[in-house]
Each structure stands twice: as structure tokens, then as C-alpha cells.
């Protein structure tokens, strides 16, 4: 909500990132911006172009963000919480969209998303990040099935179960994320949250790098099990 700027219309925000990567003119770019929009679902496009974004909904101004993100023609397309602030309907809608652009105009996409749920739907390989390092990598199916970081799992554990008992309290993960200026210095960086640690190896050596499109953890215990 805040990508876009609620003094200029929509219209004159998609033309200007238009021309800024290819200028075909203000007429094409117009044009060019009614077919984005259409592409990415808007009703009535030819007069949505001229609305203000504080006019549309936030499904609606999702979609703008989306379809200004088209407008340069990107072999990647990098979706960062794209449902958050939405309702599950209009979540539903715009993951069904994004997947329909990545069909149709055969781009990658990247989703940077805390929604376990969204991560199964969409993704086919996934990347757990904590404190900014990789700490699994794994295909999303074996990632559910078997995965292998004590985060992960503590992940998968927080996720509400349908079948759960009334009143249930939901499992959490001890602790709290760092502020930037009190990571841990030494060892690796989830120890001093880890049900699993062991004192006087995982709080002093940061275990071996994951590599980006190998399935596999940064973790002792993983290393030690493949060992």
C-alpha cells in the first residue's frame, strides 16, 4: 500500500516507469499500461488508468504493484509478502494470478513469504532463511515430508492443525529474533533458540554454508547423521 503515491493516478505512475525502461511515447505507454492492467485483472481498465490508488481496494493496488512490476519485461519476478493486508479471498486471487503470469510470460518467481501455507502452494524449491543466511535448502515436497533444520521444523510445528484439540495453545519457538546489533557473535547463529544445541560445539562453530539448489541443512546434527 505504501509503493504506491496516492498524489498521482495510477495511469501516470505505470507510464512513467514504462518510458523510464523503453519509451515507445505517451500514447503507447498509455496503451501499454491499459493491457498491463487488464493482463493482471482489473475491471474496466481504460477508466481504472486514471483512479487514484486510494480509490481501489487493496487487492486492487496489489495488482497495480504487480502489473508496474511487468511493465519492464523481467525474466525474474520478485514477490515479497504479496498477500499480506488482504483477505483469504483476494490472497486465493492474487496467488492464482501470479502463477498464471509466471505460465503465460514463462518468468521465474522468487516469493519471499513467512505463509507456510503459500510456500506449499507455490513454491517448488525453498530456501528457510534465519538472520539472513540459508539455513535449508530442499524441493517444497521434501521439505514438508522431511525436514531437516531444528528452525524448520519448529516452523512446521507453529502452523495451526485443523484437528487440534479446542483451546490448544499453538506451539511456538523459544526466544526472539535478535535485533541486528546483538547476533550471535560466534557459533551458529539459531543456538541460543535451539532445543537441539549442543553446548560447546553449536554455540562456537557456525556449521558448513548451505549451497543454493543442493538439498541440505546447516546443522551439526545433519552433518553428523550424513556422517
Known amino acids: 500500500m505504501a509503493s504506491l503515491s496516492m498524489q498521482y493516478t495510477v495511469g501516470n505512475q505505470m507510464i512513467e516507469a514504462i518510458r523510464a525502461h523503453r519509451d515507445p511515447g505517451k500514447h503507447a505507454a498509455r496503451?501499454?499500461?491499459?493491457?498491463?492492467?487488464?493482463?493482471?485483472?482489473?475491471?474496466?481498465p481504460e477508466t481504472r488508468i486514471d483512479a487514484y490508488p486510494f480509490q481501489l481496494s487493496g487487492g486492487l493496488r496489489q495488482r497495480v504493484g504487480i502489473a508496474l512490476a511487468l511493465a519492464a519485461e523481467p525474466d525474474v519476478l520478485i514477490a515479497d509478502e504479496p498477500t499480506t493486508a488482504l483477505d483469504v479471498t483476494t490472497?486465493?486471487?492474487?496467488?492464482?494470478?501470479?502463477?498464471?503470469?509466471?505460465?503465460?510470460?514463462?518468468?521465474?518467481?522468487?516469493?519471499?513469504?513467512h505463509d507456510m501455507g503459500v510456500i506449499a502452494q507455490m513454491a517448488d524449491d525453498v530456501?528457510?532463511?534465519?538472520?539472513?543466511r540459508i539455513i535449508e535448502f530442499a524441493p517444497v515436497r521434501e521439505l514438508f515430508r522431511s525436514p531437516r533444520h531444528p528452525y524448520t521444523r519448529a516452523l512446521l510445528r507453529s502452523v495451526p492443525d485443523l484437528d487440534a484439540k479446542p483451546r490448544q495453545r499453538l506451539a511456538t519457538i523459544g526466544?526472539?529474533?535478535?535485533q541486528p546489533g546483538?547476533?550471535?557473535?560466534?557459533?551458529?547463529?539459531?543456538?541460543?533458540?535451539?532445543?537441539?544445541?549442543?553446548?560447546?560445539?553449536?554455540?562456537v562453530t557456525i556449521p558448513a554454508p548451505v549451497s543454493p539448489g543442493v538439498a541440505g541443512a546447516s546443522c551439526f546434527l545433519v552433518e553428523d547423521l550424513v556422517a
Open 175 to 178: 526466544g526472539a529474533v535478535p
Open 91 to 113: 490472497q486465493a486471487q492474487i496467488l492464482a494470478l501470479l502463477r498464471r503470469l509466471q505460465r503465460d510470460k514463462h518468468i521465474a518467481l522468487m516469493l519471499i513469504t
Open 127 to 132: 530456501a528457510v532463511m534465519y538472520l539472513g
Open 31 to 44: 496503451e501499454r499500461a491499459i493491457a498491463l492492467l487488464h493482463q493482471v485483472g482489473i475491471p474496466r
Open 182 to 203: 546483538s547476533r550471535p557473535p560466534i557459533g551458529c547463529p539459531f543456538h541460543p533458540r535451539c532445543p537441539e544445541v549442543m553446548p560447546g560445539r553449536c554455540d
